[in-house]
T-cell receptor, first 110, second 118 residues
Framework: GQNIDQPTEMTATEGAIVQINCTYQ??????LFWYQQHAGEAPTFLSY????GLEEKGRFSSFLSRSKGYSYLLLKELQMKDSASYLC???????????FGGGTRVLVKP | DARVTQTPRDKVTEMGQEVTMRCQPI?????VFWYRQTMMQGLELLAY????????DSGMPKDRFSAEMPDATLATLKIQPSEPRDSAVYFC????????????????FGPGTRLLVL
């Protein structure tokens, strides 16, 4: 089976940095995705890590350590529109189904 | 701008009625996923298809749910009979993930069907 843990909620100030951690235990692992979901909307793809290390994409970066079963999503220069849920998800094989964590709701305050 | 489309966007029905949800994947994608999202359970996979063949439907209650892909441009999810506990948002996602490299593995989600069973 798989077990994916993320904090339920985080609050941060506009312009600041927030780091959302995701830890997992799984019997098989291929890659880790981060999705953003605004309230009432569909999840949208943010990042994908299959190798250890940091992937940077503008204000968002994602890190993976396969040996530690750990990932984080780093949001820099927070904007009000970044208030959303952030979902960590795993795949066991290429093109396989996603297994999601419960999501972390991030609230950005002025 | 290629997108996954889903119909209907909202559905309210009474317990015992049949519900059919439709999904049009992004043209060229060979994998279609059905997910369900509730406050209690989060996002969970119901079933998925590759090249129109079902690969995994272990997340789906087989006695009342059925998923099909009549052709490459249409996937359907049917609930018969529906129950109040089926109330959720049902997302369809598509991808082209056999190469093992992003972004080809990325799954793109449709807007969802919000189902309320009374």
């Amino acid at each position: 089976g798989q077990n994916i843990d993320q904090p339920t909620e985080m609050t941060a100030t506009e312009g600041a940095i927030v780091q959302i951690n995701c830890t997992y235990q799984t019997s098989g692992f291929n890659g880790l995705f981060w999705y953003q979901q605004h309230a009432g909307e569909a999840p949208t793809f943010l990042s994908y890590n299959v190798l250890d290390g940091l992937e940077e994409k503008g204000r968002f970066s994602s890190f993976l350590s396969r040996s530690k079963g750990y990932s984080y999503l780093l949001l820099k220069e927070l904007q009000m529109k970044d208030s959303a849920s952030y979902l960590c998800a795993l795949t066991k094989a290429a093109g396989n189904k996603l297994t999601f964590g419960g999501g972390t709701r991030v609230l950005v305050k002025p | 701008d290629a997108r996954v489309t889903q119909t209907p966007r909202d559905k309210v029905t009474e317990m015992g009625q049949e519900v059919t949800m439709r999904c049009q994947p992004i043209l060229g994608h060979n994998t279609v996923f059905w997910y369900r999202q509730t406050m209690m359970q989060g996002l969970e996979l119901l079933a998925y298809f590759r090249n129109r063949a079902p690969l995994d439907d272990s997340g789906m209650p087989k006695d009342r749910f059925s998923a099909e892909m009549p052709d490459a441009t249409l996937a359907t999810l049917k609930i018969q009979p529906s129950e109040p506990r089926d109330s959720a948002v049902y997302f369809c996602a598509s991808g082209f993930g056999t190469s093992g490299s992003a972004p080809e593995e990325t799954q793109y989600f449709g807007p969802g069907t919000r189902l309320l069973v009374l």
